[in-house]
């Protein structure tokens, strides 16, 4: 096979008309890759987008072809995908303000050129999810685009579907979180063309590396939540004496350790499993 991309996180693979998309165990904090693995992440991330690209099926196609049929020496952590023509749009809901649609929020009382209500604080419930897009950018930081920006870039019928399905997508996924006590403060997804057309879902799906994820029994607005999601991470990494420029500090056991409980209490709590 040949190797056709290598991301912070993931390698894709070109197997026939096949892509073989596998996730190590690598985490970055700021989109800088920090030298520190933490195990089994790569084994988290795939087998819970695996869950929910089955859950979500029916809300738009997905890249996947098999979850099963892949080399041995990624069993468990590899999907095999259908190859796409990859949308160069981020593709954010929000149903709840935190992070950059936070500090958005307090500088101008929009998030990607949607304004939303005054006098919300971090954590608070926005009254309905909102589409905020970025660009998907191959260095440095993305950046906040408005609707009509996304239209612009990839045709209006593409945009309004891309809207349809991420607020779907969203809504969707926080319902079923929430059976689980579990509140998806935001999730990033991503989508790419068939080339007959066909938009499809895919990438990863509702994981602690693309999504927040709170308790519900603890959320309270206000105050910074306690995550299962890479926030945790963010928190720690922000207290050092680090510029976030390469290269990243490595991570205390402690923190490895903590950090592999939340995303394998996230996992349990989502799916039921082990």
């Known amino acids: ?25 690598r985490v970055s904090v700021y989109d800088v890759v920090l030298p520190t693995p933490i195990p089994g992440k790569g084994q988290v991330l795939t087998q819970l987008s695996l869950w929910w690209f089955e859950q979500l099926s029916d809300v738009i196609p997905n890249h996947v ?6 080399p041995e020496q990624w069993a468990g952590r590899a999907i095999r995908c259908r190859r796409l023509q990859m949308l160069p749009v981020e593709c954010i809901a929000r149903g709840y303000l935190a992070g950059l649609g936070l500090a958005s929020y307090n500088e101008t009382g929009t998030i990607s050129g949607v304004r939303l209500p005054p006098g919300l604080s971090e954590g608070s419930r926005l009254p309905e999810p909102v589409f905020t897009p970025t660009t998907k ?22 945009a309004a579907e891309l809207e349809r399905a991420t607020l779907e997508v969203y809504r969707r996924g926080a319902k079923l ?28 799906l509702l994981t602690p590396d693309s999504s927040r994820f709170w308790l519900a029994d603890e959320w309270q607005p206000g105050r910074p939540q306690r995550s299962l999601d ?42 039921s499993r082990d």
Request: aromatic share 6%; net charge negative; proline share 7%.
């Open 65 to 70: 072809i098999s979850g099963t049929d892949v």
């Open 230 to 271: 890479k926030q945790f991470l963010r928190d720690w990494s922000a207290g050092l004496d680090w510029d976030r420029r390469p290269p990243g500090p490595p991570i205390p056991s402690d923190v490895v350790a903590a950090t592999q409980a939340r995303y394998q209490e996230l996992y349990t709590r989502i799916t």
């Open 1 to 25: 096979m040949e190797l056709v991309h290598a991301g912070k996180v993931r390698e894709l693979y070109a197997d026939g008309d096949d892509i073989i998309m596998v996730a190590s165990d």
């Open 137 to 158: 950018a191959a260095a440095g930081h993305d950046e906040p685009m408005t609707r009509a920006e996304v239209a612009a870039l990839v045709g209006e019928p593409v």
């Open 177 to 204: 979180a929430a059976s689980r006590g579990i509140v998806i403060a935001d999730t990033k997804v991503e989508f790419g063309l068939l080339p007959d057309g066909t938009l499809m879902l895919a990438d990863e």
